[in-house]
T-cell receptor
Framework: GQNIDQPTEMTATEGAIVQINCTYQ??????LFWYQQHAGEAPTFLSYNVLDGLEEKGRFSSFLSRSKGYSYLLLKELQMKDSASYLCAVRDSNYQLIWGAGTKLIIKP | DGGITQSPKYLFRKEGQNVTLSCEQN?????MYWYRQDPGQGLRLIYYSQIVNDFQKGDIAEGYSVSREKKESFPLTVTSAQKNPTAFYLC?????????????FGPGTRLLVL
């Protein structure tokens, strides 16, 4: 079966750095996405990786290793507004998105 | 401003009742999707449509129905056959112009059973 694993919850301190991991086992791979979702709101797109390596976008970076079935989202200089759930999703061989359950990130002052 | 709208924000369903959730987009996107989100679970695909008058079942289509008569609109009906409809429903759209890469989501509808 297809599976996306992420930690359920993480806690970090304002101003610090946090890394959210995502491992996947899917039938085929056509890209990995990270979305941010604040409580009760819609997910918003953060990043897309299809080749191995690091993609940097401001305070957020996303890394992919296809051979290991692994990705991480790195958030730097954490702000209180970064408190949200972070969803990892993989597009499979049928170009369908398979979603992880999300990681709830709690930022403490 | 372009975007996706969903209505209502909250919807209550009585036993045995069909309810319809609205999803409208003015992004001129070809593809539209319906997802269900339950606590502690990832988004699960209910139905999707890549072109007007055509749609495909997702992973959990049983108890749901859709139509795609207009490019802008993709309503979802939760029928009485769906025995556990309480969830957060999200509509999304995408376009081949960005390689179908990014899905844009509406604000969601929370469905509760009375």
């Amino acid at each position: 079966g297809q599976n996306i694993d992420q930690p359920t919850e993480m806690t970090a301190t304002e101003g610090a750095i946090v890394q959210i991991n995502c491992t996947y086992q899917t039938s085929g791979f056509n890209g990995l996405f990270w979305y941010q979702q604040h409580a009760g709101e819609a997910p918003t797109f953060l990043s897309y990786n299809v080749l191995d390596g690091l993609e940097e976008k401001g305070r957020f970076s996303s890394f992919l290793s296809r051979s290991k079935g692994y990705s991480y989202l790195l958030l730097k200089e954490l702000q209180m507004k970064d408190s949200a759930s972070y969803l990892c999703a993989v597009r499979d061989s049928n170009y369908q998105l398979i979603w992880g359950a999300g990681t709830k990130l709690i930022i403490k002052p | 401003d372009g975007g996706i709208t969903q209505s209502p924000k909250y919807l209550f369903r009585k036993e045995g009742q069909n309810v319809t959730l609205s999803c409208e987009q003015n992004l001129n996107h070809d593809a539209m999707y319906w997802y269900r989100q339950d606590p502690g679970q990832g988004l699960r695909l209910i139905y999707y449509s890549q072109i007007v008058n055509d749609f495909q079942k997702g992973d959990i289509a049983e108890g749901y129905s859709v139509s795609r008569e207009k490019k802008e609109s993709f309503p979802l009906t939760v029928t009485s056959a769906q025995k556990n409809p309480t969830a957060f429903y999200l509509c999304a759209s995408s376009t081949p112009e960005t390689g179908w890469e990014t899905q844009y989501f509406g604000p969601g509808t929370r469905l509760l059973v009375l």
